[in-house]
């Protein structure tokens, strides 16, 4: 069984930083996709960005040129750099892992961006 567990969240000023990395348990030989969803408060939980094994990489148009997602595959580890932050990325994120067609979710991390 896979488990993810994520850290780095936590309350920053508008225009600040956070780095959020999710861990994943066991090892990995097949090809994967792990990203970083969010979901605010009434909202439905959108992709933020994902990376696969190779390294290809997907952002919402929303968080490019502020955010980047990056992985240490030995550790299996993926980590989310989020810089100038706005109010508007207030959310919880998840981690989430794709691997031989199941999907392993997160247990969340709080990130919140108010002045």
């Known amino acids: 069984q896979v488990q993810l567990v994520e850290s780095g969240g936590g309350l920053v000023q508008p225009g600040g930083s956070l780095r959020l990395s999710c861990a994943a348990s066991g090892s990995f030989n097949s090809i994967y996709v792990m990203g970083w969803y969010r979901q605010a408060p009434g909202k439905q939980r959108d992709l933020v960005a994902s990376?696969?094994?190779?390294?290809?990489?997907i952002y919402a148009d929303s968080v490019k040129g502020r955010f980047t997602i990056s992985g240490d595959n030995a550790k299996n580890t993926v980590y989310l750099q989020t810089n100038s932050l706005k109010p508007e990325d207030t959310a919880v994120y998840y981690c989430n892992l794709i691997i031989r067609a199941r999907v392993y979710w997160g247990q969340g991390t709080q990130v919140t961006v108010s002045s």
């Open positions: 990376i696969t094994s190779d390294g290809a990489t």
